[in-house]
């Protein structure tokens, strides 16, 4: 089954061409189903590459999905095509004072990481949106900034600066093996990481609310979960797609940025050579997998939630 988005955004031709099953406004609205709502809080600076990441994975379910996009009202984006929020999105305060309700909303990474939580020109309206998801949306799904921001605002866990970067496509091992987020994974399966911070992992495993589900020594938690996955943080970025890391790495070199090349990515270590993709199944596995989660855990009337 497919995803539903209008036909114009960027990201439907891109899709188009790669056989991901999307359908447009007006054929969906010929189908009387009931499909699974899920709202995306796009706070990344690639705007459109990040929804397509995401509807790429969104779209290799089963269930037809029906996407919301949200923005922050309070934040003016520097990065978006002109008019792009404007067409596409709806406003995160306008989702909230019309009381509408999702099966699943994805709260996504945003390059502001470094700043304290409260200096983030928008925290106070994502606040809002963290807090109306508690009560009005089944589950949950934080990305990397995303999961720091709602393990912080719902059971205070600080996040701290790493002494460098971790970047790169690291190993991460399951805890428990037959969680519903997990079925179909090996024990230890890559992903992608990128970032500069990290959130307090003394204080999730303390946090009796908190199962950290995933982790590695190098890397560190990857994914925890509560309320028995209506909240799931992921500490990286298993949307990402195959050229994603080759791109930031490029940027900061541009910038003069002391960067080393991301671990474990280009064969023998080396930029000039192209990357390959270790990651790709269990993403799509592990979205595929909240969605059924979500699909079957869901009242079919949201009101009754």
């Not at 809080?41 to 379910?61: A, F, I, K």
């Not at 589900?213 to 909240?231: D, H, L, M, N, W």
């Not at 943080?233 to 080759?246: A, P």
Request: proline fraction near 7%; charged fraction near 25%; glycine fraction near 6%.
């Amino acid at each position: 089954m497919p995803i539903k988005i209008p036909r114009a955004l960027p990201a439907c031709d891109a899709l188009s061409r790669e056989r991901v099953f999307v359908i447009t406004d007006d054929r969906a609205r010929q189908q009387d189903i009931r499909p699974l709502r899920v709202g995306i809080v796009n706070l990344m600076p690639t705007t459109v590459d990040t929804e397509t990441q995401l509807l790429r994975l969104l779209g290799s379910s089963p269930l037809q999905v029906d996407i919301t996009f949200l923005r922050m009202g309070s934040h003016e984006s520097k990065n978006a095509p002109p008019g792009h929020l404007e067409k596409f999105y709806i406003s995160a305060q306008e989702i909230i004072s019309l009381d509408i309700r999702f099966d699943g909303l994805i709260i996504t990474g945003a390059p502001v990481e470094t700043l304290p939580f409260e200096e983030v020109d928008y925290w106070d309206e994502l606040v809002r949106v963290i807090d109306y998801s508690g009560e009005k949306v089944f589950s949950t799904l934080h990305i990397c900034w995303g999961a720091q921001a709602g393990l912080y605002r719902r059971y205070h866990i600080p996040k701290k600066p790493l002494d460098k970067k971790l970047f790169g496509i690291f190993p991460h091992a399951v805890n428990e093996q037959y969680h519903v987020l997990f079925r179909g994974f090996d024990d230890e399966f890559l992903a992608p990481q990128s970032r500069h911070t990290a959130s307090d992992r003394a204080a999730i495993a303390a946090e009796p609310c908190l199962t950290i589900q995933s982790e590695t020594a190098e890397a560190g938690v990857f994914i925890a979960t509560a309320r028995g996955g209506r909240e799931v943080y992921v500490t990286g970025h298993l949307e990402y797609d195959s050229l994603t890391l080759d791109r930031e790495y490029r940027r900061d070199v541009a910038k003069g940025l002391s960067i080393e090349p991301p671990q474990n990515y280009y064969p023998d270590n080396d930029p000039s050579k192209a990357p390959v993709v270790r990651w790709r199944a269990h993403a799509n596995l592990f979205f595929n997998n909240w969605l059924n989660y979500v699909y079957q855990e869901t009242p079919f009337d949201l009101q009754t939630m």
